[in-house]
């Protein structure tokens, strides 16, 4: 039987509704499982997907959605959007294992209020769950200090860097080149054609006065490892 949380008048107070969106089944059972434990929340609901996400909130009615990043034939940064557009009140917890200052940076501006990163030790994703729920924003110790920096001025990007001239999805896209995949594995990430992923590419090499696909991946390589660091 689950713990219940009282109210100074002795009346079960209600939990908070949980609801989380990660196409690893591992991974959501881990989070049920450890929201489980607290006296003063509770899981509503699970998608592996956005769309299934967005057909099922109406029903579930969570106070909050955790949201992964990277989800099969969608983006969690569209489902976010769609979200608030769609369901205003609900509250958006990313919880991604990308640690790049400039993808939590598009997940805020998307209209994320948190940015956990999985890596993160399960009281600390509990913290930024209930940091969320009393309506602050919450981001990772481990991105503080970086999004600050880009914030205020302290930011390694230029003019014409990718994170600001690309949008969101050809920031996507440039971001999976960076990571080594191929067109079509992109197209079936992000539930497009590939067709329409040559578009963005496109795009991308017209933005950031690249000439061919060879610039373009060369370029994405070496944005990615400068968001690990290396």
Do not use: N
């Amino acid at each position: 039987m689950k713990p219940e949380t009282h109210s100074p008048f002795g009346k079960a107070a209600a939990r908070r509704r949980v609801f989380l969106v990660d196409d690893h089944p591992l991974v959501r059972e881990w989070l049920a499982s450890m929201i489980t434990l607290e006296s003063d929340l509770e899981v509503c609901g699970q998608a592996e997907e956005a769309s299934i996400a967005l057909g099922a909130v109406g029903q579930a009615r969570p106070d909050l959605m955790i949201v992964d990043l990277s989800l099969p034939r969608g983006s969690g940064l569209d489902l976010i959007k769609s979200m608030r557009a769609q369901f205003p009140s609900v509250r958006l917890l990313v919880l991604s294992m990308h640690d790049e200052a400039s993808v939590a940076e598009r997940a805020f501006r998307a209209g994320a209020h948190g940015y956990a990163v999985k890596r993160e030790s399960g009281p600390r994703i509990i913290d930024g769950i209930r940091t969320v729920l009393e309506g602050k924003f919450y981001a990772s110790p481990s991105l503080t200090a970086q999004l600050a920096g880009r914030m205020f001025g302290g930011s390694a990007q230029g003019r014409g860097s990718p994170e600001e001239v690309l949008s969101d999805r050809e920031m996507e896209v440039f971001r999976q080149r960076g990571q080594g995949r191929s067109p079509k594995e992109i197209a079936d990430r992000l539930g497009v054609s590939v067709k329409t992923v040559g578009s963005y590419d496109a795009r991308i090499k017209e933005k950031l006065g690249l000439d061919d696909a060879g610039e373009l991946m060369r370029e994405a390589v070496l944005w990615h490892d400068r968001q690990r660091g290396l």
